[in-house]
């Protein structure tokens, strides 16, 4: 398959992200280009993942569809002929989505089923993830009681996002809109998370990100609900008390755990056969979750 790793398009540019390029179009309007860059640890490294990009692109518009009635999100769904010249299009082509340029939240959304990650490590140290405080005795991977809202920063490229408790988001957001991005979040995971059951897909966390429109409306942003974005799992295959099988870059942060690395630049070189694995692993969910029940 073939790879794009960046792009170099006639639009200004905007930002090039850890995945995405961003470009200028008019005063209400963007193009986002996902490439098959990959990031890690908020590091970005030199192989790309072949077909990355059209797969999260696929993913994330998939989910934006599904979600729409629950929140309004930041897709205008108009051709990119209209911006790019035929090469150019057909160059990010299943990569390229132009979207409302919206005033961004500085608060990332995520949303806890089971208990993994960072959280995992938190709750061993303290019984708490992110303030909140939970039961005794859970277990690697266990399913939590109920969905944990617990937002971070939001980090610059190259720096680590950091945890923050929900008292935090309402002396950044406000007391009104800190509530909604919580109540809408929780919301969005629930819905997708019973869609993915049914599939064979377990999504243990998710994050995501959202902006106001011209008119102060909260609308959903960037990515959701794609293997960049979130934790998916084997529903076949999960036992509580190891780490499950994953449908996302998890398989390239287990296998950065095994080295020396303090996980800031430059990323050490990824081996050919988890850049593959990782690959099979993307496909794979955009496949299962496309399934007709």
Not at 57 to 73: C, G, L, R
Not at 130 to 151: D, F, M, S, V
Not at 202 to 217: M, P, R, S, V, Y
Request: proline share 5%; glycine share 6%; aromatic share 8%.
């Amino acid at each position: 398959m073939a790879t794009l790793f960046s792009t170099n398009l006639s639009l200004p540019l905007i930002q090039k992200g850890k995945v995405r390029d961003i470009y200028d179009i008019d005063n209400k309007r963007m193009l986002i280009v996902t490439t098959d860059r990959l990031s890690a640890f908020d590091v970005v490294f030199d192989e790309p993942i072949a077909n990355k990009g059209a797969i999260l692109t696929e993913m994330a518009n998939f989910w934006f569809e599904k979600t729409s009635p629950i929140i309004p999100n930041h897709l205008t769904l108009e051709p990119l002929d209209g911006v790019l010249n035929t090469k150019q299009a057909a160059l990010v082509k299943g990569r390229g989505i132009i979207v409302k340029k919206l005033k961004p939240l500085a608060v990332e959304a995520i949303v806890r089923g089971y208990i993994i990650g960072s959280g995992w490590k938190d709750y061993q140290q303290t019984g708490e993830i992110c303030g909140i405080q939970l039961p005794t005795n859970l277990q690697l991977a266990e399913k939590l009681p109920q969905a944990l809202y617990t937002p971070s920063t939001k980090a610059d490229l190259g720096t680590h996002d950091a945890n923050i408790d929900f008292h935090k988001t309402v002396e950044i957001l406000g007391q009104n809109l800190a509530e909604q991005v919580k109540q809408v979040s929780l919301k969005i995971y629930q819905f997708a998370a019973d869609y993915a059951l049914k599939r064979g897909i377990i999504i243990a966390d998710t994050k995501f990100e959202f902006g106001l429109d011209e008119n102060n409306q909260l609308t959903l942003m960037d990515e959701v609900l794609t293997p960049d974005s979130s934790r998916f799992w084997s529903k076949t295959d999960y036992k509580i008390g190891t780490s499950p099988k994953s449908f996302d870059k998890q398989i390239v942060r287990d296998y950065l755990e095994t080295l020396d690395w303090d996980k800031t630049p430059p990323a050490p070189t990824l081996p050919k056969e988890i850049v593959q694995k990782t690959a099979q692993c993307y496909q794979i969910v955009a496949n299962l979750l496309k399934q007709k029940i």
